[in-house]
């Protein structure tokens, strides 16, 4: 069964740093999605990307935060200088048709900024 | 404001039993409801969604419902397996908006 995957899956990294959070979408899929869940805390929203261009972000997702989808097949996440508040899963997700679509999530890249 | 992750509401059924999670969301405008199961170490998997159109869906062992009035859903899974433990998230979304998780359950199955 085709898979969104996630690289690394714990990065650490010191305040200040730049870090940059690798996915790979369900081939087919056009539109891509990253969620941040703070440990033991619910899922939320960063940010949506579809046309090689952002369609919605959220109030978390400042300007130390961007995103790219440098080929055919990755989707980046970076944090230009990461803060300790930083720390948390990143699930990236993927669905096929957007809105209403189901969106699949990867297994997430763990976040510690010490 | 957000409830820490220790205090998740959690249930704990049988093995065998059916198992309720409820959950309750905010916005009038949302037409759009999932499930989500996320086991320990793992992203969200979708279990079942529901639009507002309808107020039962059933899949493969669970069922959701959906009460537009009181703003409530439910996931109802029978039969409850070991492997059925995880933290179980529903999700929202409106015409224009994103994907709003809910705060979870933690569901324990004991054998």
């Known amino acids: 069964e085709p898979e969104v995957t996630q690289t690394p899956s714990h990065q650490v990294t010191q305040m200040g740093q730049e870090v940059i959070l690798r996915c790979v979408p369900i081939s087919n899929h056009l539109y891509f999605y990253w969620y941040r869940q703070i440990l033991g805390q619910k899922v939320e929203f960063l940010v949506s990307?579809?046309?090689?261009?952002?369609?919605?972000k959220s109030e978390i997702f400042d300007d130390q935060f961007s995103v790219e989808r440098p080929d055919g097949s990755n989707f980046t996440l970076k944090i230009r200088s990461t803060k300790l508040e930083d720390s948390a899963m990143y699930f990236c997700?993927?669905?096929?048709?957007?809105?209403?679509?189901?969106?699949?999530f990867g297994a997430g890249t763990r976040l510690s900024v010490l | 404001g957000e409830s820490v992750g220790l205090h998740l509401p959690t249930l704990s059924v049988q093995e065998g039993d059916n198992s309720i999670i409820n959950c309750a969301y905010s916005?009038?405008?949302?037409?759009?409801f999932i499930w989500y199961k996320q086991e320990s170490g793992k992203g969200p998997q979708f279990i079942i969604d529901i639009r507002s159109n309808m107020d039962k869906r059933q899949g493969q062992r669970v069922t959701v419902l959906l009460n537009k009035t009181v703003k409530h859903l439910s996931l109802q899974i029978a039969a409850t397996q070991p492997g059925d433990s995880a933290v179980y998230f529903c999700a929202e979304n409106g015409r224009n908006t994103p994907l709003v998780f809910g705060k979870g359950t933690r569901l324990s199955v004991i054998a």
């Open positions: 916005n009038s405008a949302s037409d759009y």
């Open positions: 997700a993927s669905s096929a048709l957007g809105g209403r679509d189901i969106q699949y």
């Open positions: 990307f579809y046309n090689n261009e952002i369609s919605e």
